[in-house]
């Protein structure tokens, strides 16, 4: 108690000039929370140069002077620098525990992610960062008595003083190491994005965007949309289900060592070779995917303001429909029939949090039932649905699958996966692929129930893929130009039965040949869907769609 009261009594004698102040908030986030590109850039560095990898520090202590120099308000200082401490600490144990970067995407997709995904982030571990590297020098900035700034014109003076002092840091060190910094940052373009506190940046943009920005008006493109009458004359049911988080490397069917796929083995599945997603994360790659943007010209806001494909089958005729388990469709559903799962159903498969997928096919059950058993009221339709799985999202990846169907043992069950074994993440990730396996059978069995009322067909397609500490890398939201082949290559699935393929005139065996050979990505869902469903557009480019040299004339 002797000691604890004797810090008090010596802290209150300890008095900081407002300058004092920014200088070592500066230091702090150049050398503490911006760690990790300091260390970065210290392993980019090449022998010889030492004293250059030592320079990111000072570089960054001048700028972060410069800037909360700016920022020195009497009235926004402090709140300001609160808000940038306890989010930079966030960021800063997400950069050094899953190596995410804060880019305007990843910012994107944070903001779009429901309340119940975000809290699968929070750990002991996360919290204790937070509060030892944000919150406790946030205390030490609000309790640490300030001087007097004294009158305006010496404020003025000395703010002037302390911004030369920070243009002079960062410009000796320019001036001796120019050569070095434009080589490390020509050949590494995303270190400029791991600079802390970047995503407050990227959040004001982002929000400047969404909700301050005048959108384009919607224009409507899929007008000329027609289908083609089926060779029998039964209505289509179509199931498209959109995965979440599944990466190809991990599937039996693309090679892999683990048989990740045992329940649909044997139903004679058509894996599509090589296929690459538009994006690393749900906010950029949904829309993208559904939209007839490639992926090197997508751009969401275009996209949002027009016809997506399955506004295009909606113009054809078709009834479309989208179940979602994974927190919202990203607008790509905001013209057609929608049906947000809610955590909170009074239902054995959700628990609050979170569903197991197998509620979409309940709710495909019913919805089928419905129609069916009305069909005398009213005449059976051509039906588009599309099922949003939650799939294989982490980093709580044990919540996503039944225990009683867990394969491989044993399991990451904790949030803070970085501190399970790579033998455990691996073993918890392989089992939500078998569970989203089994939630294809079981899709699978219930079209197979209404082949006599439909001609029924599948098609599965993961939105990205996700890293599991290869190098490093945990889940995903990595940016495109640098993420791994694990957060890019996904998995693409096609149930296509003989019946389904001879009612729409399409060779099965072709379409068999054409997704097995050459490379594919997101660019062709589009087209495809139309090709695979028989709706003629000027939008559906040939080139893109597999079932195109497959039709039977």
Not at 220 to 246: C, I
């Amino acid at each position: 108690m002797k000691l604890i009261s004797q810090i008090k009594a010596y802290w209150r004698t300890v008095v900081l000039t407002k300058e004092a102040m920014i200088v070592l908030i500066a230091m702090y986030f150049a050398i503490v929370i911006n760690f990790p590109i300091v260390e970065r850039i210290y392993q980019l560095s090449t022998a010889g140069h030492l004293i250059f990898s030592l320079t990111p520090v000072l570089v960054l202590t001048g700028f972060f002077i410069i800037i909360f120099s700016l920022l020195s308000s009497r009235f926004i200082f402090k709140p300001l620098l609160t808000l940038l401490l306890i989010s930079s600490a966030a960021a800063m144990y997400a950069m050094l525990q899953y190596n995410v970067l804060f880019d305007y995407s990843m910012i994107e997709n944070i903001f779009e992610t429901n309340s119940s995904e975000a809290i699968s982030y929070l750990s002991s571990r996360s919290i204790l960062y937070v509060v030892v590297f944000g919150v406790l020098p946030s205390i030490f900035l609000w309790c640490t008595p300030m001087a007097p700034s004294g009158g305006m014109f010496r404020t003025l003076l000395r703010r002037i003083a302390l911004g030369v002092i920070g243009f002079a840091l960062v410009g000796i060190v320019t001036l001796f190491f120019y050569k070095d910094y434009a080589s490390v940052g020509r050949n590494n373009h995303y270190l400029n994005k791991m600079i802390i506190p970047a995503h407050i940046f990227n959040t004001v943009k982002y929000l400047n965007n969404t909700y301050f920005t005048q959108h384009l008006p919607y224009a409507e493109r899929g007008q000329d949309a027609a289908l083609l009458d089926s060779k029998n004359n039964k209505p289509t049911l179509f199931v498209l289900v959109v995965g979440e988080t599944a990466r190809a490397e991990n599937m039996a069917y693309y090679g892999y060592g683990r048989n990740t796929n045992p329940y649909t083995e044997d139903l004679g599945l058509i894996a599509v070779n090589d296929v690459s997603s538009c994006g690393t994360a749900t906010a950029h790659s949904l829309p993208c995917m559904f939209s007839d943007f490639t992926h090197d010209n997508y751009n969401r806001e275009q996209a949002n303001a027009q016809d997506n494909v399955l506004d295009v089958m909606k113009e054809a005729g078709v009834e479309v429909v989208w179940f979602d388990n994974d927190g919202g469709d990203k607008e790509v559903a905001a013209r057609i029939i929608k049906h947000e799962i809610p955590a909170s159903l009074d239902n054995a498969l959700c628990d609050g949090q979170s569903c197991f997928d197998e509620i979409l096919v309940q709710q495909l059950s019913a919805y089928l039932s419905e129609k069916v058993a009305n069909k005398n009221q009213h005449a059976l339709t051509n039906q588009m649905v599309a099922l949003h799985t939650i799939g294989s999202h982490g980093p709580t990846y044990y919540n996503r699958y039944p225990k009683k169907l867990q394969r491989f043992e044993p399991a990451c069950e904790r949030s803070d996966i970085e501190n399970c074994s790579d033998t455990e993440i691996i073993n918890v990730y392989d089992n939500t692929l078998v569970y989203t396996d089994y939630v294809l059978a079981q899709t699978i069995e219930l079209l197979e129930q209404y082949s006599s009322e439909y001609n029924v067909a599948m098609v599965y397609l993961s939105d990205h893929g996700e890293s599991l500490g290869e190098n490093g890398l945990y889940l995903h939201g990595t940016p495109y130009a640098i993420a791994p082949s694990q957060q890019t290559h996904v998995p693409w699935l096609m149930w296509l039965p003989e019946s389904y393929t001879e009612s729409k005139m399409l060779d099965r065996s072709c379409i068999v040949k054409q997704a097995t050979q050459g490379e594919h990505s997101h660019d062709n869902l589009f087209h495809t869907l139309l090709g695979l469903y028989g709706v003629q557009t000027h939008l559906r480019n040939s080139q893109l769609d597999i079932s195109q040299n497959c039709r039977i004339k």
